[in-house]
């Protein structure tokens, strides 16, 4: 059977699978919703993110309904399942709050801890009214970690039940060790967990104390960085001088040291655009960009090239088992 991964755009979600070394749309579903989010389980379910709240699938795609139980925010803005556990589902929201879930995504419970917190540090958004959001999850046995835009790295312990903030500290003028306020993503190295890699709007971070501590590694604005799960020293990321403002794509082999151009196939800078995220799926990478365009190109190398016509205007993607 071919491979398969979804897309959410701005309307309704499509099934691509892989013909002959290209990916190319397969079918498409729940046109009249402006999604934001994906996440698909290792079984094979899958939650999808709008502004208005978030539906469900059990099959891969193929049926969806409504999973709004217990959200009392619905403007989602990031999603994942626990990588070790598929029946935890975790929603993160604008305003900032996290929604975890025991059965799937099928009902929610809100982590107030973090709506105390929210209120408490007075988190915001530069380009909303409303107090911060959280932008993704990364998740490694009973440890999880939650980005805030603007309020800075939350902590898990219990398998995202409850949160802190990994520092006291929330500023966008950090001191040394400390982590900039406005945290786009948040990944955990999978054979290494104690490193913990934050892409800011202060730059590109990296722990190796689970989060106590960090190093700045790149002065870039960034929203998401691609590592790979064999070799933390080879990371690719998509830089830029500002929010969507000459963004491109850089790599590292030796774990920030230097940086070079994988910009292949692509006339970057471009001006007004960035890279919003990187994702993984077999051999390829896929970068979906500020303005909804999404590219794919060999994580071993090569040019990229656009897979699906601009007009979709791709916000996330996600791989089915």
């Given at each position: 059977?071919?491979?398969?991964?979804?897309?959410?755009?701005?309307?309704?979600?499509?099934?691509?699978?892989?013909?002959?070394?290209?990916?190319?749309?397969?079918?498409?579903?729940?046109?009249?919703?402006?999604?934001t989010?994906?996440?698909?389980?290792?079984?094979?379910?899958?939650?999808?993110?709008?502004?208005?709240?978030?539906?469900?699938?059990?099959?891969?795609?193929?049926?969806?309904?409504?999973?709004?139980?217990?959200l009392?925010?619905?403007?989602?803005?990031?999603?994942?399942?626990?990588?070790?556990?598929?029946?935890?589902?975790?929603?993160?929201?604008?305003?900032?709050?996290?929604?975890?879930?025991?059965?799937?995504?099928?009902?929610?419970?809100?982590?107030?801890?973090?709506?105390?917190?929210?209120e408490?540090?007075?988190?915001?958004?530069?380009?909303?009214?409303?107090?911060?959001?959280?932008?993704?999850?990364a998740?490694?046995?009973?440890?999880?970690?939650?980005?805030?835009?603007?309020?800075?790295?939350?902590?898990?312990?219990?398998?995202?039940?409850?949160?802190?903030?990994?520092?006291?500290?929330?500023?966008?003028?950090?001191k040394?060790?400390?982590?900039?306020?406005?945290?786009?993503?948040?990944?955990?190295?999978?054979?290494?967990?104690?490193?913990?890699?934050?892409?800011?709007?202060?730059?590109?971070?990296?722990?190796?104390?689970?989060?106590?501590?960090?190093?700045?590694?790149?002065?870039?604005?960034?929203?998401?960085?691609?590592?790979d799960?064999?070799?933390?020293?080879?990371?690719?990321?998509?830089?830029?001088?500002?929010?969507?403002?000459?963004?491109?794509?850089?790599?590292?082999?030796?774990?920030?040291?230097?940086w070079?151009?994988?910009s292949?196939?692509?006339?970057?800078?471009?001006?007004r655009?960035?890279?919003?995220?990187?994702?993984?799926?077999?051999?390829?990478?896929?970068?979906?960009?500020?303005?909804?365009?999404?590219?794919?190109?060999?994580?071993?190398?090569?040019e990229?090239?656009?897979?699906?016509p601009?007009?979709?205007?791709?916000?996330?993607?996600?791989?089915?088992?």
């Amino acid at each position: 059977m071919p491979r398969k991964f979804l897309a959410v755009t701005d309307r309704g979600i499509l099934t691509l699978v892989k013909k002959q070394n290209n990916w190319v749309e397969e079918s498409s579903d729940l046109l009249n919703l402006e999604f934001t989010s994906i996440a698909a389980s290792t079984e094979g379910a899958v939650l999808a993110g709008t502004k208005t709240g978030l539906v469900l699938s059990s099959d891969g795609g193929n049926t969806w309904r409504d999973a709004n139980q217990g959200l009392s925010h619905l403007h989602l803005r990031s999603l994942a399942f626990h990588p070790e556990n598929p029946s935890l589902a975790y929603a993160g929201t604008e305003p900032a709050a996290i929604f975890f879930s025991k059965d799937g995504g099928s009902s929610w419970q809100e982590c107030m801890d973090v709506a105390n917190l929210r209120e408490k540090n007075r988190w915001y958004l530069p380009y909303s009214p409303e107090a911060g959001c959280i932008r993704g999850f990364a998740f490694s046995n009973g440890r999880g970690y939650a980005a805030v835009e603007v309020g800075g790295m939350l902590i898990s312990d219990d398998f995202g039940e409850s949160w802190q903030l990994t520092q006291e500290s929330n500023s966008l003028n950090p001191k040394n060790g400390e982590i900039h306020a406005d945290v786009h993503r948040v990944f955990i190295h999978q054979k290494s967990p104690n490193n913990v890699i934050a892409p800011t709007g202060g730059g590109f971070f990296v722990s190796k104390d689970q989060g106590l501590t960090w190093d700045k590694i790149h002065r870039a604005y960034c929203r998401s960085v691609w590592v790979d799960p064999e070799d933390l020293e080879h990371m690719i990321l998509g830089p830029a001088s500002g929010p969507d403002r000459n963004g491109r794509i850089e790599k590292t082999s030796d774990g920030g040291s230097t940086w070079d151009d994988r910009s292949a196939g692509l006339e970057t800078p471009w001006e007004r655009t960035m890279v919003e995220h990187f994702t993984p799926i077999d051999d390829d990478l896929f970068a979906v960009l500020s303005n909804g365009r999404l590219i794919q190109a060999p994580i071993t190398g090569a040019e990229w090239k656009t897979v699906l016509p601009e007009t979709k205007r791709v916000r996330a993607v996600a791989a089915l088992p």
